[in-house]
Antibody
């Protein structure tokens, strides 16, 4: 059974870069046909997709609302997924989840299907 | 971006009741819709994908239907462990989006 575990600082100062890691166990991050994603949930609010990357590391899709600030990457040697979000403000305070989804289909873009595996989430607070 | 509107946003109901939650998309998404259940302090749990396929291990009292722009999640007989918040999510096109959620509470 695949398990995902987020880790990183729980407190980040405004204007700095939020950096999180998701460690995958029970399966390889290079497993054929899977997307790895970051999703966040603002306090008391709904879910926001941040972006995803295909297992090859080549098909990378960030949310346009965050595009200029987001970097998602894979480290196959450590079986980890990472998230970097630059120039953070208090509006980026949220619980951050990593997740896995199978490839759904490819048209002009390739898209993941539903998110079947999730980490437990990690709360990141942006405050000075 | 495709907007997903869930209704109702809040539901007060009783054990044994039949519950229906609707998710409307701002444009057609074929059958590329999933439903999740989230309990306080926990990650969302996948219930249904591609509109109507039950995720392994999910009780058969949960079902999904719809196509195009209107979708429903039905719980045939609500159990105590079903009190939670439910979200729909589309994977028809980028950016992936979620509905605003439906909180199901005990009457």
């Amino acid at each position: 059974q695949v398990q995902l575990q987020e880790s990183g600082p729980g407190l980040v100062k405004p204007s700095q870069t939020l950096s999180l890691t998701c460690t995958v166990s029970g399966g390889s991050i290079s497993s054929d046909g899977y997307f790895w994603s970051w999703i966040r949930q603002l306090p008391g609010k709904g879910l926001e997709w941040i972006g995803n990357i295909y297992y090859t590391g080549y098909n990378y899709y960030p949310n346009p609302s965050l595009k200029s600030r987001v970097t998602i990457s894979l480290d196959t040697s450590k079986n980890q997924l990472s998230l970097k979000l630059s120039s953070v403000t208090a509006a980026d305070t949220a619980v951050y989840y990593c997740s896995r989804a199978p490839l759904a289909y490819c048209g002009g873009d390739c898209l993941p299907g539903a998110f079947g595996f999730w980490g437990q989430g990690t709360l990141v607070t942006v405050s000075s | 971006d495709i907007q997903l509107t869930q209704s109702p946003s809040f539901l007060s109901t009783s054990v044994g009741d039949r519950v229906t939650i609707t998710c409307r998309a701002s444009q057609g998404i074929s059958s590329y819709l999933a439903w999740y259940q989230q309990k306080p302090g926990k990650a969302p749990k996948l219930l249904i994908y591609t509109t109507s396929t039950l995720q392994s291990g999910v009780p058969s009292r949960f079902s999904g239907s719809g196509s195009g722009t209107e979708f429903t999640l039905t719980i045939s007989s609500l159990q105590p462990e079903d009190f939670a918040t439910y979200y729909c999510q589309q994977f028809n096109s980028y950016p992936l989006t979620f509905g605003g959620g439906t909180k199901v509470e005990i009457k």
